[in-house]
């Protein structure tokens, strides 16, 4: 009985120094707003070019990558778990108000062309694709938004789902590609 009682102090103790990180990702990042807190992270690249809003919640292990000018913009209230990739280049992608994140997701706008196929991948060009995530959308687990896509309010996708096309709003999506399963009705 004792230990339960711990642990929401122990836990909250934590999510302290996850604010403090915040506070000072702030300085070096385009702006954390606060409150608002982020878990140890695996990887940033181009921190001047993340702007994240008030009340955003970021769990351990996120790996976010601004490359060649891109922006990664996340809005008020977004939770995003554990393991989540974000990648970016050239322009913005956006994930707007209220977006809920599962763990081991992966958000992107670019890829690497196709041609031409006599050199690696790697060694591709990278194209760009806007991609934008619209307010009170909920991403299911394992989960990844490929470049393009622009999904619309209030959507829901389930988990280990690959959207590859953009989705109009209060749409539930599964599968891969994902498909629209139904519409949420108000």
Known sequence: MIQLRLWPSVFSFKKLFWGLRALLYNIHWG???MPGYIGPPTYILGAKNIIVGKNV???PGIR???HFGGRIII????????????TSAYDDLIIHRGVVILANSFV???HHSYEPIDIPPSKRKLEFKKTEIFDNCFIGMGVAILPGVILGEGSVVGANSTV???FSK?????G????????ISS
């Open 31 to 33: 702006s954390f707003g």
């Open 57 to 59: 919640r970021i769990y």
């Open 64 to 66: 976010l990558e601004c």
């Open 75 to 86: 809005g008020d209230d977004v939770s995003i778990a554990q393991n989540v990739h974000i």
């Open 108 to 110: 992107t706008n670019i």
């Open 164 to 166: 590859t096309k953009s």
């Open 170 to 174: 209060h749409s539930i999506l599964a």
């Open 176 to 183: 891969s590609p994902a498909a629209v399963i139904k519409y």
